[in-house]
């Protein structure tokens, strides 16, 4: 396999990056030592006071901690200090509906601001925050809430009539808050900025959500306060996030990247963060870009498909995004494609970095000082022992493939699976957490992803990642995304079959693709491919592949599709696309997009 370097020069830091040194921090590192840079002295610990109110006595106190947008373009804005107030307001007005220490409270929110001040508002007074993605429909309601028997959610008058439909099932439920309306909005002004924050163990529990459910039912995964601490380093080091920054996180707080990124980790470093309330829409992302001035960003490689095959060809010249000077990717595999196309259009490269909700903060990453393989996740964060396991949790050297695999006892674990302790037992092995995912290590320690354990493909007798033949597909001109799972075959006991979706551009414009290459049959009249059009774009996007690859691992079978079947947080659900082609029923779709 070819591996594309991308150098770091002077170009790449208008300052130096906090980490100057990877390897020399990494042989030296200790997590105890960084407790006191965020105000984490003695046992106790609150990760929204460490998180927010610190900032209050300091001359940060003023600084913006928010700038948000509305999907209609309404803004408002905060101070750290009327966020550490409006979470107080909350946190008494929660307290004044009977919820204590250890009670479940959810939210049940569009990004808006109340979202941000109502998380922080429950941690401060000791109770668990859980999130739910504005999107989910009544079962998936019913199924988290029961599950985590949560005493209260917090909601919008839009949004309540789907707790309404499932509140006869939730015994447990007491209250329903709706903030937008009058009388809510009457007892928040009136409520008490005045609040004493709960002192709490590092243990004790934070903050609770279910997985994106990519791979099947979503698992209740449980946060300790302690995460914080991983959470503010990682956003110093991977996210480089600086005083002088300005910073847009794009994932929803119904995942846990919104959570550890987009208020407990970023606002810890003290950094002005940007949230942009509406859908995606590539016009829309570089105006938010370019208007706030964003410097970092951290994105997922879904959402940087989309940029790649939009309408909008050089963002640079159509938008000032001179500002930014940092990038991040997280989420799904980052096809190299994708990171090469950044290098070209914004003239830095997108920094991949894996973790999972059950990981709670960053554990693998290209940090801004260190070189990017290419393809790669990167490597293990200072403090992480990350490692390539065999199914006995034995590990394997380096360039062999197994289970991605970390040595437990990393500050932001997740604590438990909420009520499903056999569950959390089962991602322990010969004292390792086993990930689910597959990858290998290269000579030089980095990380290399090949698929979820589930959808890696055996055929003829060789194993093949999804992921590799997915980003082979996508650096054809003609494919801006591909799904590809294994077929069970009597012959090769799996066969490899690809699910692509086209550049429409590839057909429709006579010439040249979006992305530059040329089309098969140049008729810009015709509205669609012809079927002999269509095979011959297939053996060609085979041999594509197996040009790419190793001869094995090409699509003996490709279908094009117009979309790939994703979780609401932008996943390629192959298990979907599996059982689709078996004809076998699909298991949880609660986190399913349209499709
Ligand atoms: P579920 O566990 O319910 O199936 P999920 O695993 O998608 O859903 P998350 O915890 O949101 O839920 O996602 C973590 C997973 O996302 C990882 O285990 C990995 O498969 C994938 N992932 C995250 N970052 C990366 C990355 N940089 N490269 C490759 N895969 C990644
Ligand atoms: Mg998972």
């Given at each position: 396999m070819k591996v594309d370097i991308y150098k770091k020069t002077?170009?790449?830091?208008?300052e130096l990056p906090n980490l100057e040194d990877y390897d020399k921090t990494y042989r030296s590192?200790?997590?105890?030592?960084?407790r006191k840079e965020l105000?984490?002295?003695?046992g106790k610990i609150n990760a929204a006071y460490n998180a927010v109110?610190?900032?209050?006595?300091?001359?940060?106190?003023?600084?913006?901690?928010l700038y948000w947008e509305g999907e209609s373009g309404t803004t408002q804005q905060y101070t750290f200090e009327q966020v550490a107030l409006n979470s107080n307001k909350f946190g008494n007005i929660l307290k004044d509906f009977g919820v204590e220490r250890g009670d479940r409270v959810f939210l049940f929110l569009p990004r808006i601001p109340e979202l941000f001040f109502a998380f922080l508002g429950i941690l401060k007074i000791g109770a668990i925050c859980g999130t739910l993605f504005s999107a989910f429909q009544e079962q998936a309601l019913e199924d988290r809430l029961g599950n985590s028997d949560a005493k209260v959610v917090i909601t919008t008058a839009e949004l309540k009539p789907r707790i309404d439909k499932v509140k006869k099932h939730l015994?447990?439920?007491?209250h329903i808050l709706v903030v937008d309306t009058e009388s809510f909005v009457k007892s928040f002004a009136s409520a008490s900025t005045e609040l004493t924050i709960a002192h709490m163990e590092?243990?004790?529990?934070?903050f609770m959500l279910y997985t994106s459910g990519t791979t099947g039912k979503p698992k209740g995964v449980v946060h300790a306060h302690r995460a914080i601490l991983q959470e503010y380093l990682t956003a110093k080091w991977?996210?480089?996030?600086?005083?002088?920054d300005t910073y847009w996180c794009?994932?929803?707080?119904?995942?846990v990247t919104g959570i550890a990124y987009e208020i407990l980790g970023s606002w810890a470093n003290g950094v002005t963060s940007v949230v942009f309330g509406?859908?995606?829409?590539p016009k829309r992302w570089y105006q938010i870009l370019e208007k706030y001035k964003v410097t970092v960003w951290y994105t997922a490689p879904t959402a940087v498909r989309m940029l790649m095959a939009?309408?909008?060809?050089?963002p640079t010249k159509e938008f000032d995004?001179?500002?930014?000077r940092h990038m991040c990717s997280v989420g799904e595999p980052l096809n190299p494609e994708a990171v090469k196309w950044g290098i070209k259009v914004f003239g830095r490269a997108f920094h991949d970095n894996w973790w999972q909700t059950e990981t709670?903060?960053?554990?693998?990453a290209n940090l801004p000082c260190n070189d990017i393989k290419i393809g790669s996740m990167g490597k293990p964060f200072p403090g992480i022992t990350a490692a390539i396991v065999d199914d006995h949790g034995r590990e394997l050297g380096p360039n062999k493939e197994g289970n991605l695999a970390l040595k437990p006892g990393?500050?932001?674990?997740?604590?438990?699976i909420w009520r499903r302790p056999q569950k959390y037992e089962s991602y322990f092995v010969n004292k390792w957490y086993i990930s689910g995912d597959r990858g290998w290590r290269d000579n030089d320690g980095y990380f290399w992803f090949i698929g979820r354990a589930d959808d890696v493909i055996k055929t003829s007798g060789e194993r093949v990642g999804p992921f590799e033949v997915e980003s082979a597909l996508v650096?054809?001109?003609?494919?801006?995304e591909a799904g590809v799972i294994g077929k069970p075959d009597a012959l090769r006991g799996e066969i490899i079959k690809a699910f692509v979706v086209l550049d429409k551009d590839y057909f429709r414009h006579?010439?040249?693709?979006?992305?530059g290459g040329r089309i098969?049959?140049?008729?810009?009249?015709?509205?669609r491919m012809t079927k002999e059009q269509e095979e011959l774009l297939k053996e060609e996007l085979s041999q594509y592949v197996k040009k790419h690859l190793?001869?094995?691992?090409?699509?003996?079978e490709i279908e094009f599709i117009d979309k790939l079947p994703k979780?609401?947080?932008?996943?390629?659900?192959r298990r979907i696309l599996k059982a689709k082609e078996l004809g076998l029923p699909i298991g949880d779709t609660s986190t399913l997009e349209e499709y």
């Open positions: 002077a170009k790449d830091f208008k590192f200790e997590w105890k030592h960084w105000g984490w002295f003695d109110d610190r900032h209050v006595d300091t001359w940060r106190k003023n600084k913006i901690a015994p447990n439920l007491k590092p243990d004790d529990y934070a991977v996210l480089d996030l600086k005083d002088s794009t994932a929803d707080p119904g995942w509406g859908r995606f829409d939009g309408e909008i060809k050089h995004l001179s500002h930014l709670g903060a960053i554990c693998i990393w500050p932001s674990m997740m604590q438990t650096e054809h001109p003609a494919v801006v006579s010439g040249k693709s979006a992305k098969q049959n140049p008729d810009p009249g015709q509205a190793a001869g094995h691992a090409y699509p003996r979780t609401r947080s932008g996943k390629i659900m």
